[in-house]
């Protein structure tokens, strides 16, 4: 199957060079490559614009400046689109089936999820302009067909944002909450302008200030990247931990006075910051397993992250499961036991994460079992991350 090969797109630095120091980081720009966007053509199986059109095209936009000078984008319908193309709007494709294992290769490529990396194509007309503007990815372009200029600059008004913006466009609350500097009318003067042309490679990172123009008909590929960020990926963890406290499943309604929210939140706080305590990093980016066995020495503690269930029960055995959440993917083990192992593992469930838990305790909680079968029942629980080792 066809790669984009994204291994030579920043040369002279190497894929690993440029993920580590430079990806969301910023600017790089790489000079045309005549090489590069043939191959390229030739895997995507685009050499013209009448090639993107025979695409199974989702989604395609119009692309143009209104009277006021801004940018607008509008949905073109599919029986229209090619005839809006040829009266002069820029084609913006967003979701071309073909496109779908680019999408795959790119996600396993910078270690994000499929829904991350969306791979797209700009068909640019003479005289399309992109007012100055910036977004909340990271982009790489690559430059087909034709020419097409860029002027980027790193962004002091609102870094690393949330939300996209344009010069001119109302403020949002959201972007107030972290803006450095009034509202820039123009891009700032520390603008750097890049021509791209065949094989030309420029990473625009999330956030920066950049508008673009055309002076001929261009098609332009376009990696976007929306990596998860800091906070989502502590807010998921500290969410997982919550859940399982019946407390924070409570449902609010607005019916009490000041006086009383204010006396809930306050204890909400204290008890936040206990789950907060809680968290260890152990558990929210997992080491690999160890093959050590456990010995009657080894000690254990309650993992986070993880939950435990019972699925059915018969005369002789139980059906388990130990789910282990992760920020990427949560993984599921299913286990058939003994009824003899569920004392101890109901209370293992139970247990707040960072509780610590040996052979002894085992055979405590389930005074049938031997040392062997503890030794046995501590080893799968750790195998399910259910608990790590200490």
Not at 168 to 189: C, F, K, M, S, V
Not at 256 to 265: G, K, N, V
Not at 361 to 382: Q, T, W, Y
């Amino acid at each position: 199957m066809s790669r984009l090969d994204l291994a030579d797109w920043f040369a002279p630095m190497d894929l690993a060079g440029f993920s580590q120091s430079v990806l969301g980081r910023r600017i790089h720009h790489t000079p045309a490559r005549a090489g590069l966007a043939a191959r390229l053509r030739d895997t995507l199986e685009i050499h013209s614009i009448d090639d993107v059109f025979a695409k199974q095209v989702r989604r395609v936009c119009a692309w143009f400046q209104d009277e006021a000078g801004n940018t607008g984008s509008a949905l073109m319908p599919s029986a229209s689109a090619r005839r809006l193309y040829d009266a002069g709007f820029t084609a913006f494709f967003q979701e071309i089936a073909e496109f779908d294992p680019f999408e795959r290769e790119v996600a396993e490529t910078f270690r994000i999820s499929g829904q991350s990396a969306k791979v797209q194509l700009f068909g640019n007309r003479p005289g399309a302009v992109t007012k100055v503007h910036f977004d909340p990815i990271d982009v790489i372009t690559v430059q087909l067909t034709g020419r097409k200029v860029w002027r980027v600059a790193p962004n002091e008004f609102t870094p690393r944002p949330l939300h996209g913006w344009g010069a001119g466009d109302p403020l949002t609350p959201d972007l107030r909450a972290y803006q450095r500097e009034a509202p820039p009318e123009r891009i700032p003067a520390d603008a750097r302008e890049f021509v791209l042309e065949p094989g030309s490679v420029l990473h625009v990172p999330r956030g920066y200030w950049h508008e673009t123009f055309s002076d001929q008909d261009s098609i332009s590929l376009h990696v976007l990247l929306t990596p998860p960020l800091r906070m989502d990926f502590l807010l998921a963890g500290l969410k997982n931990q919550l859940v399982r406290d019946e407390r924070w499943r409570e449902s609010v309604y607005d019916f009490e006075t000041p006086e009383e929210a204010c006396s809930r939140t306050t204890v909400d706080l204290a008890a936040l910051r206990d789950a907060l305590d809680r968290l260890d990093p152990r558990d929210l980016v997992r080491e690999p397993l160890t093959r050590q066995p456990v010995e009657l020495e080894t000690r254990f503690v309650r993992a986070g992250q993880t939950a435990f269930g019972v699925d059915g029960l018969d005369a002789d055995t139980a059906r388990i499961s130990v789910s282990a959440y992760g920020f990427r993917e949560t993984q599921t083990a299913s286990l058939l036991v003994r009824r003899e192992f569920l004392p101890a593992l109901r209370w293992m469930g139970d247990m707040s994460a960072g509780a610590p838990v040996d052979i002894p305790d085992v055979l405590r909680e389930s005074p049938g079992l031997s040392k062997e079968e503890a030794r046995e029942l501590l080893g799968m629980l750790e195998k399910t991350r259910l608990l790590r080792r200490v």
